[in-house]
């Protein structure tokens, strides 16, 4: 399974839009891009998964170039509760259904 | 109405001492999972069912033992508890069709002492 690599933590205020980036250099022609959230004391929730270019929903924008050795979680006006830590996978949609979590991002939202 | 509940949320014994955890989803999924996260906060898989047969076993140790009665519960049998099993346990679930949009429990912190 390819290996990610995110920043360990960031800071951001209220209102601000956020971009977390993943790298993962070494990711399989299919191999799909899948994004957590996880507040404290919570167990993670999916936020939003794609293959290529961009994908959007009600939560959050994710866009991955071409090469797709790297993708960006967009976060549009945040708030104190999106404070949470970020997971970025990488694996292949199916087959063994194995979820590697890496440390993930501390996402800190302040007022 | 809760998707994925596990039951106890926490749970403290005493080194030595067998014990259980219990998981149920009410999604219709057909995939269940469990997963560890230690005091450095990574998540890791231990074991993953689907149609209440075993697909994943992370090299957990044999005194971790799954059941599934069936398709809505996955629960987790610990025999002869170590220290180092304190942790926090997460049961997920999720649907053949989206297998990468994995439903998390709230998880059980296990505190052994």
Redesign the interface.
């Known amino acids: 399974l390819a290996k990610t690599t995110q920043p360990i933590s960031m800071d951001s205020y209220e209102g601000q839009e956020v971009n977390i980036t993943c790298s993962h250099n070494n990711i399989a022609t299919n191999d799909?891009i899948?994004w957590y959230q996880q507040f404290p004391?919570?167990?993670?929730?999916?936020i939003i998964?794609g293959y290529k270019t961009k994908v959007t929903n009600e939560v959050a924008s994710l866009f991955i170039p071409a090469d797709r050795k790297s993708s960006t979680l967009s976060l549009p006006r945040v708030s104190l509760s999106d404070t949470a830590?970020y997971?970025c996978?990488v694996?292949p949609?199916?087959?063994?259904?194995?979820?590697?979590?890496g440390?993930?991002t501390k996402l800190n939202v302040k007022p | 109405d809760t998707a994925v509940s596990q039951t106890p949320k926490y749970l403290v014994t005493q080194m030595g001492n067998d014990k259980s955890i219990k998981c149920e989803q009410n999604l219709g999924h057909d995939t269940m999972y469990w997963y560890k996260q230690d005091s450095k906060k990574f998540l890791k898989i231990m074991f993953s069912y689907n149609n209440k047969e075993l697909i994943i076993n992370e090299t957990v140790p044999n005194r971790f033992s799954p059941k599934s009665p069936d398709k809505a519960h996955l629960n987790l049998h610990i025999n002869s508890l170590e220290l180092g099993d304190s942790a926090v346990y997460f049961c997920a679930s999720s649907h053949r069709d989206r297998p990468r949009e994995a439903f998390f429990g709230q998880g059980t912190r296990l505190t052994v002492v």
Do not use: M
Not at chain 1, 41 to 46: D, L, V
Not at chain 1, 93 to 101: A, C, D, H, P, V
């Open positions: 799909y899948t004391s919570q167990g993670p929730r999916f998964q830590v997971y996978l694996g949609r199916w087959g063994l259904n194995k979820f590697y979590f440390s993930g």
